[in-house]
């Protein structure tokens, strides 16, 4: 039985666009690394480098923090590192969520000790209601509840990333 939208597919491009807007706006005449966190963050990353109009350079990172859990194990594994030189570029750092923020704030830092000009996270659904470190994303889509999301690239388990909406799973969420 499909899973009911929680956020349309209208809804997300709409918070897309807003974001592209911004984000264009604050590097005028720049050229932006944008780094993917994957796999969750890979179809949002798609859809905002489109209609981004700044010159962009894409590169990829891949973590590990959840296994097939719904919480995060705060245990985190960089899986794939960005293979783009981080010195002196302006990058933005894109996920699909920022949840506790223990990944993105890691990954942050990671990249900061390589010395780029400026560093930006962005993510298309922001849950402040679980932040476990005091991380604020430069660029958040749209606000979340406490719930576990699912759909345009977030998974339970693997299954999911390929709807087009974003939906929450029942509480507790099924197994997989």
């Known amino acids: 039985m499909p899973i009911p939208p929680a956020i349309t597919a209208e809804e ?16 005028a005449g720049n050229e932006l690394l944008v780094v993917g966190v994957l796999k969750g963050g890979w179809m949002f990353m798609a859809d905002l480098v489109r ?12 973590l590990s923090s959840y296994g097939d859990a719904t919480e995060s194990s705060g245990a ?18 894109v996920d699909d969520i920022v ?10 830092e990671r990249f900061r000790r390589r010395a780029p000009a400026s560093l930006r996270v962005c993510v298309l659904l922001d849950k402040p209601s679980r932040r476990r470190v005091a991380l604020v994303p430069d660029y958040a889509g749209i606000e979340i509840p406490d ?30």
């Not at 997300?12 to 666009?17: K, N, T």
């Open 51 to 62: 209609r981004l109009t700044v010159p962009v350079r894409c590169d990829f990172v891949c």
């Open 76 to 93: 985190l594994e960089l899986l794939l590192d960005a293979q783009t030189p981080i010195a002196g570029k302006h990058v933005l750092l």
């Open 99 to 108: 949840d506790t923020g223990l990944s993105i704030a890691w990954l942050a």
């Open 12 to 27: 997300i491009a709409a918070a897309v666009d807003r974001l592209a807007v911004r984000i264009s706006a604050d590097h």
């Open 147 to 176: 719930r576990f999301a699912v759909g345009y690239g977030l998974d339970h388990a693997g299954r999911y990333r390929e709807l087009p909406y974003v939906a929450f799973l029942p509480d507790p969420a099924p197994p997989p």
